[in-house]
């Protein structure tokens, strides 16, 4: 009888687990790189950003990748076919796998790069003041990321 317990407890335990780690895979997530090109601090904002969408997105959540602020210049950067950056293979490895990608029209204004986003025919958001709003995406249970 005691084995039985024991059993029926361990089966408990393992399906338990199981269940909310299947319940986890359904989670929403909003990354905003906010961090710009100029600085060391800068580059491993945006090499985590990168990084945390795309292990997010290979344990199948929904992930968004929202460029604001000074964070518009990597994706100018990024976005640019003449780009050389270290970091643009792993973005474009990023956008393959089906991560959406937001960027701020008041903010490529403000840090001068709108222009270059328009040559590559980079649709800009403008929902909130001419940001990109928040409260939409956490109306939709997303959990926000700030880097």
């Known amino acids: 009888m005691k084995r039985w317990i024991i059993l029926s407890m361990f089966v408990v335990m393992v399906f338990g687990v199981a269940v ?10 909003l990354v905003i790189l906010q961090a710009g090109k100029e600085t060391h601090e800068g580059m491993a904002r945006a090499v985590h950003a990168l990084l945390y969408s795309r292990e997010l997105k290979e344990h199948g959540h929904e992930v968004k990748l929202v460029f604001d602020g000074a964070g518009t210049e990597w994706a100018s950067e990024w976005m640019s076919a003449e780009s050389t950056d270290k970091l643009k293979p792993m973005y474009e490895e990023l956008k393959k796998s089906g991560v959406t990608q937001i960027i701020c029209d008041f903010c490529a204004t403000a840090f001068k790069v709108k222009e270059n986003l328009e040559k590559e025919k980079v649709v800009m958001t403008a929902e909130y003041q001419g940001h990109p709003s928040i409260a939409k995406w956490a109306d939709e249970g997303y959990e926000i990321i700030v880097l």
């Not at 909310?20 to 997530?29: D, L, M, P, Q, T």
């Open 20 to 29: 909310s780690r299947a319940e986890a895979a359904a989670g929403k997530y």
